[in-house]
Every structure is written in structure tokens, then in C-alpha cells.
């Protein structure tokens, strides 16, 4: 696992995209975008030109699709994803939906580079988890 410092002064300089399994009613995102974007970036190498906007952020945050049951390179469509699909975790006792985010664009690495070095750390789950057997 890895965990990176960020400033959060850092994030709210960079244009930022989110993504929600259950859409987004303050933006222009619906559960589609989410499906869509988990669906073509599972299967890779790159986006349809429909999902251009989503790469023109520097920042990329949202939901993360939990591997467990779902597939998306065995699916025909990405309308087979739903919003039950997304990662969960327990947080204070609670089912919470994952997240993760991404630095995009080159301005944004460059920024995230230069702000970040000296703040990363590595480790390894073997490690973290053998102590809480």
C-alpha cells in the first residue's frame, strides 16, 4: 500500500472531475459516466472520444469497482455494471463507498512531483496486517 501526502492546497489549484456509481445531481455526471469509465478503463488501452471531457481535468477522483464479483472485460455492455458494484469499506461501523483519485495531466504530475517529494511512504500488507492476527 502506499500513502501519499497531499497538500490540500495543492488539490484546490487543480481542476478536478468526480465520478459517482450513483450519479451526480449538481453536475452533468449520471451513473453512465461512472459505468462507462470503469467499463472502457478496465478493458483498456484507451477511452472513447465521448469520455474526452473526464481526461481534460488534471484530477480524477471517484468510486472505485470492486474486482470482487464484477468483470468488466467479460461483460457486453457497460450497462451490466451497477451501482451495488462499487467498492464498499467499513468506516466507523458504517458501509462506506471507496475512493480514489488520479493525477491526469502532465501539469498536474508536475505539480504533484514538485509538492509531494519526501511525502510518500511504502508498505507492505503482510507487514500491516500479521499484527492484527
Request: hydrophobic share 35%; net charge positive.
Amino acid at each position: 500500500m502506499v500513502q501519499v501526502a497531499v497538500p490540500w492546497a495543492l488539490i484546490e489549484r487543480l481542476s478536478t472531475r468526480y465520478l459517482w456509481s450513483d450519479g451526480d445531481a449538481n453536475t452533468s455526471n449520471t451513473s453512465d459516466t461512472w459505468k462507462k469509465f470503469v467499463w472502457h478503463d478496465r478493458r483498456g488501452p484507451s477511452l472513447p472520444k465521448e469520455l474526452t471531457p473526464i481526461e481534460e481535468k488534471d484530477v480524477l477522483r471517484g468510486q472505485i469497482l470492486s474486482g470482487k464479483h464484477v468483470k468488466p472485460e467479460r461483460m457486453e455492455s457497460f450497462q451490466e455494471i451497477k451501482d451495488r458494484h462499487a467498492l464498499k469499506v467499513p468506516i466507523d461501523g458504517e458501509e462506506k463507498r471507496a475512493m480514489q483519485g488520479g493525477f491526469q495531466t502532465r501539469r498536474a504530475r508536475e505539480v504533484f512531483e514538485k509538492h509531494c517529494r519526501g511525502k510518500i511512504w511504502i508498505y507492505h500488507l503482510g507487514a500491516l496486517t500479521a499484527g492484527t492476527r
